[in-house]
């Protein structure tokens, strides 16, 4: 059965006949002020088009859910050291710094029928007649939401604060006199209510598009202006959406509900339901929880509640952050139905549907289970669900600090989020990918001005340290979860520390207490790529690392001094990934950085390794650096970093071919056979180096050698001439 056309190939299509950070709940000063912002702004006694009011960023701060065992810091705590995470961001800063204003604004102020100042709409889905016109602006308004958080510049927030002044005219205009008016003084948006409307009735894409996700991504982004940078008006203007929102949806039954959030694409809604939970915990106001829940897609959260994976064929972004919205609900009303079905797909996905590099989905679809190598092409992991898949392990993590959330964080965030911006200034488009192919010799595409990646990907590269450290619930202990350069301020405690740190590059990552003291337990992740040990020193003394197991948070508790310096070393070694649905297609890693081949051709290059093997065994004797950083060669091609972005044709995955069981130029002749899980008699014998000694590697292919004879998979006089080729080896260390 064809799959319905996605948004990216009708976006192709047109172009060729045309020639958040979560919130959390509120202080009680934030909810003061939340209240009196509603208040006002319903009340009609303030303009919404006139000066807004401002709120320190501090009191817009919300101390985090009863739920949470741990806690994040807020953006302006944490500022990023040098290295290529600070140069993309700088990338990033600079069009939040340079792209026109009016030209966010032009689609909101002519639906609004307000003077456009003659600025041309952004393009892309994001123009005058599009139907997911005003989602970018949202966007937008989180870009330099999260830029002023980290830079302070005033002229960002003099910029944000004249987008959500002129947000606010055109809410203002739209409730006294838009045609048609709209339903709810509160209504916000880019184009009238009719696609709502038709929501209702059930119309498909793409006679409309996904219109509850549009008003997602302009809450969103007014609550970030609010709760990053202190702009109350924000908060009223979302309040008053929500209203709308509520006074639409609370009066529909369940059935009608359940349907329209069941329709491909029209019926997507984003996280409309945690954007409303979070205005909630901003307004108090029970009518705005209560919208919140009206967006329960219910047999999918019933499915996954069940541990039922439904997932294959459906719309992988559509779904995605709908979960992120049911942790939320969890939050605010206990209900333990939401975070099991959010634990249980967030499994679904991370491991069986995810790409090597962190992203998921073909062509924007959930594909079957484990279905990786059968689905590897041009049109692999839309960037939208990378973003997506790293808030909801975030946010699972926040409840249960599992370290798997925090491996997957780094793996998405290192190899697929961080290679999405083109490592090239572009002031005009946000020069970020949408989809990233996975097959043999495909090139990654960037711009995606006004499109959902390009959207998100304005949010991504402004945020990369909201997830390098966390604190515990009780505020004793300190997360460190990615070992990226940074430094952070806990001024509650008079504490500053910094990490020094070239990841994702190889290298020893230093913490040091730069300010202040005390007891304070600080807790390393032991990523799970790093089996080739883990190893902490403080003031030089090493530290006993018994408990230092790959997957794992390592504790140093101790009472802290200015000056301590804290080192760790977990050194890179090249491994290989399989695809769990064929063996022998497998992906290069060194350390946590996928590496990429660099080859137009379009079909697997075969690649084999065992041969080149010592009695260590490690694929750095087939795998050789090429002089740069990172940079490795192998037959006759050259491995780079994902992370290098630019439009070089690669090979993610390539296809391992080892036919023969051969040690060094001691070849058997017999055929390497795999057993019942896919894995070769040469996969599973060098799982177990390294070898001591030679006469140690000889007892360990006899061994083997007996079991794969008892399993049928060698014959008597096979299994003889592997031990004798073994024998005759005489492999070096």
């Known amino acids: 059965m064809p799959q319905p056309p996605t948004r990216r190939r009708l976006l192709r299509l047109a172009a060729g006949t045309a020639a958040t950070a979560p919130l959390l709940h509120a202080t009680p000063a934030a909810a003061r002020t939340a209240s009196t912002a509603t208040a ?49 961001r700088d990338l990033m800063l600079d069009h939040a710094r340079t792209y026109p204003a009016d030209r966010i604004l032009a689609v909101f102020r002519a639906n609004a029928g307000l003077d456009t100042l003659g600025a041309r709409p952004p393009g892309g889905w994001e123009t005058a007649d599009g139907n997911l016109r005003g989602h970018y602006g949202g966007h937008f308004l989180t870009l330099v939401s999260q830029a002023y958080a980290d830079t302070r510049e005033a002229a960002l927030k003099a910029k944000l604060d004249r987008l959500v002044a002129a947000l606010g005219a055109c809410q203002q205009a739209l409730a006294e006199h838009g045609s048609p008016r709209p339903s709810h003084p509160g209504y916000l948006a880019a184009y009238p209510e009719t696609q709502f409307i038709l929501l209702e009735s059930y119309t498909t894409y793409p006679t409309i598009w996904a219109p509850y996700y549009t008003c997602h991504k302009i809450m969103c982004g007014l609550l970030d202006a609010y709760t990053l940078a202190g702009n109350a008006q924000a908060l009223a203007i979302a309040s008053r959406m929500g209203d709308w929102v509520h006074s639409r949806l609370g009066r529909l039954p369940k059935a009608q509900l359940e349907r329209m959030w069941s329709i491909y694409i029209a019926g997507e809604y984003g996280g409309m339901n945690e954007v409303m939970a979070d205005l909630h915990a901003l307004t108090g106001r029970a009518e705005h929880l209560a919208a919140a829940r009206c967006f329960d897609n219910t047999a999918l959260l019933d499915a996954c509640a069940g541990d039922r994976d439904i997932l294959e064929g459906r719309h992988a972004n559509q779904h995605i952050p709908q979960f992120t919205g049911y942790v939320r609900l969890f939050d605010h009303t206990g209900d333990e139905r939401y975070a099991a079905a959010a634990r249980n797909f967030w499994h679904m996905v991370a491991g069986s549907r995810t790409y090597s590099l962190g992203g998921t989905g073909q062509g924007e679809m959930f594909r079957a289970r484990n279905a990786i190598a059968a689905t590897l092409g041009d049109n692999n992991a839309e960037t939208c669900a990378t973003y997506n898949m790293l808030k909801l392990s975030r946010q699972l993590f926040f409840h249960e600090p599992d370290p798997a959330y925090m491996d997957h964080y780094e793996r998405g965030l290192t190899n697929h989020i961080l290679a999405s911006r083109r490592d090239a200034p572009g002031t005009d488009s946000p020069e970020v990918t949408y989809f990233v192919g996975m097959g043999p010799g495909v090139v990654r595409e960037y711009g995606n001005t006004g499109t959902c990646c390009g959207g998100t990907g304005m949010e991504n590269h402004t945020k990369y340290q909201d997830s390098v450290y966390f604190r515990s619930a009780d505020g004793n202990a300190v997360y460190v979860s990615l070992y990226l350069a940074s430094t952070l301020r806990l001024p509650e405690r008079g504490l500053v520390i910094e990490q020094t740190s070239t990841y994702p590059a190889e290298g020893v990552r230093t913490l040091t207490f730069r300010e202040g003291g005390g007891a304070l337990d600080l807790k390393l992740r032991v990523p799970s790529w790093a089996t080739a040990g883990f190893t902490v020193a403080v003031n030089g003394v090493p530290q006993p690392a018994r408990a230092a197991v790959p997957g794992s948070y390592l504790t140093l508790s101790r009472n802290w001094r200015r000056g301590d310096r804290v080192t760790v070393s977990a050194p890179y070694r090249l491994r290989v990934e399989r695809a769990p649905d064929d063996p022998t297609v497998q992906s290069l890693f060194h350390g946590p950085v996928l590496l990429v081949a660099r080859s137009r051709e379009t079909t697997l290059r075969p690649f084999s390794f065992y041969r080149d093997f010592t009695l260590r065994g490690d694929l750095a004797d087939s795998v050789r650096p090429e002089g740069r950083p990172q940079h490795f060669t192998t037959h006759g091609l050259t491995l780079a970093p994902f992370h290098l972005a630019d439009d070089a044709a690669y090979h993610a995955y390539f296809r391992r071919t080892e036919p023969v069981v051969v040690f060094g130029t001691a070849d058997s002749g017999v055929a390497n056979r795999a057993g019942g899980d896919g894995l070769t008699f040469l996969d599973v014998l060098w799982q177990q180096a390294p070898f001591a000694t030679a006469a140690r590697f000889v007892d360990a292919v006899r061994a083997l050698a007996d079991v794969w004879l008892a399993e049928g998979l060698f014959t008597r006089s096979e299994r003889d001439r592997v031990v004798a080729a073994a024998s005759a080896a005489n492999l070096r260390r």
């Open 40 to 88: 006002t702004a319903t009340a009609g006694t303030a303009p919404l088009a006139g000066t807004p009011a401002h709120v320190p960023s501090a009191a817009a701060r919300a101390a985090a859910p009863a739920t949470w065992a741990v806690h994040p810091f807020p953006l302006d705590q944490v500022t990023l050291g040098d290295g290529v995470f600070r140069r993309k």
